[in-house]
Nanobody
Framework: QVQLVESGGGLVQAGGSLRLSCAAS????????MGWFRQAPGKEREFVAATTWSLGSTNYADSVQGRFSISRDNAKNTVYLQMNSLKLEDTAVYFC?????????????????WGQGTQVTVSS
């Protein structure tokens, strides 16, 4: 089993930056994929970014392309989401997720492990 714990959320002004962390416990194999999703009030869960644990290939939602960056530290079993140029519409609960595979999939149903979520609020 894999346990995921997010941290780093908070309140930030539009145009600012935040870095989210997702610490994983348990064995992380080379064919694991790590992803970030978000959910705003009244909206469906939305894909944000994903990366493969082995080679670090990435996939980003169009809405965050060029502003957000996903990365991983294999030694620390931790994945990060660097969020820059934050917009009001980025406000949401952000979830870390994991699954087995070789492709950084954006399909939420493919992910079998989920963290508890961390709140990100962007103000004007």
């Amino acid at each position: 089993q894999v346990q995921l714990v997010e941290s780093g959320g908070g309140l930030v002004q539009a145009g600012g930056s935040l870095r989210l962390s997702c610490a994983a416990s348990g064995r992380i194999f080379s064919n694991y994929v790590m992803g970030w999703f978000r959910q705003a009030p009244g909206k469906e869960r939305e894909f944000v970014a994903a990366t493969t644990w082995s080679l670090g290939s990435t996939n980003y939602a169009d809405s965050v392309q060029g502003r957000f960056s996903i990365s991983r530290d294999n030694a620390k079993n931790t994945v990060y989401l660097q969020m820059n140029s934050l917009k009001l519409e980025d406000t949401a609960v952000y979830f870390c997720a994991a699954t087995t595979g070789w492709v950084p999939t954006e399909e939420s149903d493919r992910y079998t492990y989920w963290g508890q979520g961390t709140q990100v609020t962007v103000s004007s």
